[in-house]
């Protein structure tokens, strides 16, 4: 078995790129990937869903170099989900998609 996420979609905001300590840089983005589909009477449904990506190291300063607002791109990598408490002590669950690859598509 493996985790493998393979996405074709548009980016959904300019990206947030961090620097750690280290020296390391951490991009994340928001993708939209859409979904057309036809109900059994005809009705035409589009439906869009809204993914996470995070990216390390190289493929982050790709991500900083590259990427923008509503450009096309394809993502791989896996599905990874972790939490963190929010300034309220909530504990907030995030699934996203650790890239270990990017590619550029269109516009």
């Known amino acids: 078995m493996k985790n493998s996420v393979q996405l074709i979609g548009y980016v959904g ?22 979904e057309v589909y036809f109900r059994e009477n005809g009705d ?19 991500i900083e170099k590259y990427v923008v607002k509503g450009k096309k791109i394809a993502v791989g990598g896996k599905l990874t989900h972790r939490s963190y408490e929010d300034k309220e002590g909530n504990t907030c669950y995030v699934s996203e998609i650790l890239a270990t690859e990017i590619t550029f598509l269109g516009n």
């Open 13 to 34: 905001q300019e990206p947030e790129i961090k620097i750690l300590e280290e020296g390391k840089k951490l991009a994340n983005i928001s993708m939209a990937t859409n």
């Open 44 to 62: 035409k449904v589009e439906k869009t869903e809204w993914h996470r990506v995070v990216a390390w190291g190289k493929i982050a300063e790709i």
